[in-house]
């Protein structure tokens, strides 16, 4: 326990860019949700239950494209149980001008055709109709009493293929975005995106060195333990309670409304914990499909998806096919990059290439760079979020090119980033100059790490790789309340994914001025307290934080104020300090703590409250350094990861522990994207591993601990110099890893994942150029 907290002195320092300190920030105490979490006692989606809850299920289609010629659901809902049984034709039309958000995604006519298909399936999985019932054998029973009739089409899985004059049309309507003029063909290009920095013609001119290579990747679930799982009561009135995992309860919230064409004041979402979203909660699936059964019903329904279910029909990452030239001088300065990204976007637009172009070479000051990003539609499910959407393939490109260059100029990989590393100053290729970066620092932390000198054994190789990450601020919205005891409640509108409740005490109580042990955070819903943005883009403890510190701020201001009406003094005779009112000018000096003010709260204006609604601005950008080990089996291709080190600039480690494992699990991540992760698909565009079983994610046996190294350059547009962590690491592992398999092998893979039969073909096919 904190036995003597900081003094807070000056509540004005908060705005005045001075950074804040304290004894509770920096510090590792215990996470406040821990002790219910390894009970069992801590509460999911799934785990709600009230009277009379009927169970509700999905019917997907077998198949990856087909047209939806008749729907039969009558002998499914003649089976006793069987309360209600919904297809899209019970979901509202959603018009052109209704579709978007001043043009920003969601487009609402795809979310909605994606929660239940109209007219085609676009994907196995996709879902067709949902059904109530009174228990899961009743539901699952009517299931298999759907008829449907298909008329089955030809399908594209693969990316390059769908990009092909000749591929099968997901959708008959679709006219490339961003191409002028004006396709008159439809095709499975949605859009183009391009990023344009400099002259890459000149750039190439003076170039003496030019790399030019193609790099795959395929998509990757996030692999979140929890599926996704909800339960909604609609009432007589109309008034809606959704209960569910998510990352972001007014997601949720605005999302249903738009759907459903619902009031947003008659949805009330309330939040449960989650067991890991990784981007992949950052949209809805069977919200909508639960409150239309519940409408439909009158009772509340429960849903929750099974593990295939979660393969089949939720958004992984998207793949990724890229193209890039890369020129630099004999001394290793980069003049030029050039080159064509293109993403599946799954069944609808939306993948996140234009992510994947600004962020590629975002580490590195380069004067000429030309990307081109294409959203490619394909009969898979539509692309989510996963943790730095787009940038991990990207990188993974990008950090190959710039080993590559290190070997043919024979440098170290290290000094050949430090060469051409971005400082502050540097302008982005897409338009943004940096500020308070700490990218030179993780490398020279990386090149002085007793890591990257350790020496190497036989068929053992060692990468490296850097990463960059925006960070986003958003709106955001915090209350506190001084309870009469002294006690603090901090409230705000963000799920905790990743240890935010514990961020949230440790700013507010180095501003109040309290012990940690004395702040309690609750995550409420969506009717106690300002809308706030989704959970996500490294942004929590950033924006959210920042309307915390408000907060507290204010109530400090107002805990002065309060002393000196019960001292009958101005309020700049007050100070606060170690959670106390002083009056120090006194004749006698005079106290009041934060419980005494609190009890006195009637004869000073009622209750102690605040509550803050911002939107915050001034998020400091990422970057990460990461150096991989790995030892290579030539007989068999496998790969072992003998030792990895991540290195980020952190800002400022709000909590070192919770950062750390944020690093810690991105690398996992990563390692698995690198080496095994990929979806299966048949001839017939089924999905052949969905499941823990085949979909092989690394466990413990496959990685050594993951040693971190926290770079602290501080983001003077926060209280106490926040940045954000959580996307940064998973984006160099791709790279690291590459990078660390082509040294080891004497060959270079281009081609994401890095399997066993993959590796061992690489060696041979190597082996036999060397004969020859």
Known sequence: MNEEPTQYADVAELNSGKLLSGSVVGTRPVRPDGIDKVTGKARFGADVQLPGTLTGVVFRSPHAHARLLKINVSAALAL?????????????????????????????????????????VLYEGHAIAAIAAIDEMTAQQALSLIEVDYAV????????????????????HNITKGIKPVPKKPSNIASRYEQVHGDVAAGFAEAEIIIVEEFTTQPVHQAYIEPHACLAQVAPSGKTDIWCSSQGQFMVQAYCARLLQMPLCDIRVIPMEI??????????????????????TGCPVSMEMTRAEVFKATGPTSGSYMSIKIGARNDGTIVAVEGVLCYQAGAFPGSPVRLGCMTAFAPYNIPNVKLIGYDVLV??????????????????????????????????????????????????????????????????????????????????????????????????????????????????????????????????????????????????????????????????????????????????????????????????????????????????????????LAQHSADTGGPITAEITINAQGAGPGFATHICDVELDPETGGVKVLRYTAIQDVGKAIHPAYVEGQMQGGAVQGIGWALNEAYLYDENGRLLNPGFLDYRIP????????????????????????????????????????????????????????SPPAIHKALKRAARRRRQ
């Open 80 to 120: 006793p149980g069987v309360k209600a049984i919904i297809t899209s034709d019970d979901l509202p039309l959603i018009t052109e001008e209704l579709a978007m958000d001043k043009g920003q995604p969601p487009d609402f006519r795809d979310l909605s055709a994606n929660i239940l298909a109209r007219e085609k």
């Open 153 to 172: 089409l030809p399908h594209v899985i693969d990316l390059q293929q769908a990009m092909e004059p000749d591929a099968p049309l997901l959708n008959e």
């Open 275 to 296: 067991g890991g979203g990784f981007g992949g909660k950052t949209t809805v699936y069977l919200e909508p499909l639960a409150v239309l059964l519940s409408q439909k």
């Open 379 to 596: 009969n898979r499910p539509k692309s989510a979020a996963y943790r730095a959407p787009g940038a991990p393939m990207a990188s993974f490109a990008a950090e190959s090119l710039i080993d590559m260059l290190a070997q043919k100029l024979k440098m170290d990989p290290i000094a050949l980033r430090m060469l051409n590393a971005a400082d502050n100053g540097t302008q982005t290729a897409y338009g943004v100059n940096f500020k308070n970066i700490g990218y030179r620092q993780t490398l020279e932390a990386a090149r002085n790490h007793p890591h990257y000198s350790a020496p190497l054994g036989p068929h053992q190789g060692r990468g490296i790789a850097s990463g960059f990450w925006f960070n986003i601020g958003g709106h955001s919205s915090a209350a506190i309340r001084i309870n009469d005891d002294g006690s603090v409640l901090v409230s705000t509108g963000n799920p905790d994914i990743g240890g935010s409740r514990a961020s949230m005490a440790m700013m507010a109580a180095d501003i109040l001025g309290l012990a940690y042990e004395q702040i309690q955070v609750e995550i409420v819903d969506t009717s106690s307290i300002a809308p706030s943005d989704l959970t996500g883009g490294s942004r929590v403890t950033f924006a959210v934080g920042m309307a915390v510190s408000q907060a507290a701020s204010a109530i400090v201001e107002d805990l002065r104020r309060r002393a000196a009406l019960l001292w009958l003094v101005d309020q700049d005779q007050v100070t606060w300090s170690a959670g106390f009112a002083l009056l120090m000018n006194a004749t006698t000096p005079k106290r009041f703590s934060l419980a005494e």
């Open 699 to 754: 466990v413990a046996s496959d990685v050594p601990m993951i040693d971190t190294v926290l770079v602290e350059v501080p983001n003077p547009r926060h209280p106490f110099g926040v940045k954000g962590v959580g996307e940064v690491p998973i984006i160099p592992p791709l790279g690291a890893v590459a990078n660390a398999v082509a040294r080891a092998a004497g060959t270079r893979l281009f081609d994401l994942p890095m």
